[in-house]
T-cell receptor, first 111, second 115 residues
Framework: DQQVKQNSPSLSVQEGRISILNCDYT??????FLWYKKYPAEGPTFLIS?????DKNEDGRFTVFLNKSAKHLSLHIVPSQPGDSAVYFC??????????FGKGTLLTVNP | DVKVTQSSRYLVKRTGEKVFLECVQD?????MFWYRQDPGLGLRLIYF???????EKGDIPEGYSVSREKKERFSLILESASTNQTSMYLC??????????????FGPGTRLTVT
């Protein structure tokens, strides 16, 4: 049972444009949603989170939107930079301390 | 900044060997986690611990055990390594404070190859 789904394995964007990464979930009990960025051969880096009671959270170039009725969240990166090229993981956090991750989306930002 | 360190970046072991992966965090975090990452499967939780000497099974605990004797250190043990345990192993920690318990901070990972 895949509780967190990232249906796009990869995304390619031009430098300076917007990158939109999507994530769907099935577990209504998640309290928070998080986005992590991962470079090859490194551990994931925490990017941004959103509480389940909010619909938007912004941090610099990164904005996460949450649509609870659709059980959908998205990460917007504006403007995209070549250094943003990495695998992005969406995760849901429940009351059992556990993070449940999606399978990731590879973002490539082309100069 | 939170720092999570793992004892090895790369490790090669033989089938049947006992393998220890060590993780240390320096932020006095209550919670610690072990994941493995495989291509196309994302990150899967093996075990976690929310206190010294406490442990909880994650989603894929079979073939693994853990030890947490001190707050800052969490060890993953492969009792008898097998080739299907070849993977990237990631340790993480998080605060026990309610406002930030969901933010997990990861170490650099250990790429384990079992031959």
């Amino acid at each position: 049972d895949q509780q967190v789904k990232q249906n796009s394995p990869s995304l390619s964007v031009q430098e300076g444009r917007i990158s939109i990464l999507n994530c769907d979930y099935t577990n209504s009990m998640f309290d928070y949603f998080l986005w992590y960025k991962k470079y090859p051969a490194e551990g994931p880096t925490f990017l941004i989170s959103i509480s389940s009671i909010k619909d938007k959270n912004e941090d610099g170039r990164f904005t996460v939107f949450l649509n609870k009725s659709a059980k959908h969240l998205s990460l917007h990166i504006v403007p995209s930079q070549p250094g943003d090229s990495a695998v992005y993981f969406c995760a849901g956090f429940g009351s059992n301390y556990k993070l449940t991750f999606g399978k990731g989306t590879l973002l490539t930002v082309n100069p | 900044d939170v720092k999570v360190t793992q004892s090895s970046r790369y490790l090669v072991k033989r089938t049947g060997e006992k393998v220890f992966l060590e993780c240390v965090q320096d932020m006095d975090h209550e919670n610690m986690f072990w994941y493995r990452q495989d291509p196309g499967l994302g990150l899967r939780l093996i075990y976690f611990s929310y206190d010294v000497k406490m442990k909880e099974k994650g989603d894929i605990p079979e073939g693994y055990s853990v030890s947490r004797e001190k707050k800052e250190r969490f060890s993953l043990i492969l009792e008898s390594a097998s080739t299907n345990q070849t993977s990237m192993y990631l340790c993480a920690s998080s605060s026990g404070a309610r406002a930030s318990v969901h933010e997990q901070y990861f170490g650099p990972g250990t790429r384990l190859t079992v031959t």
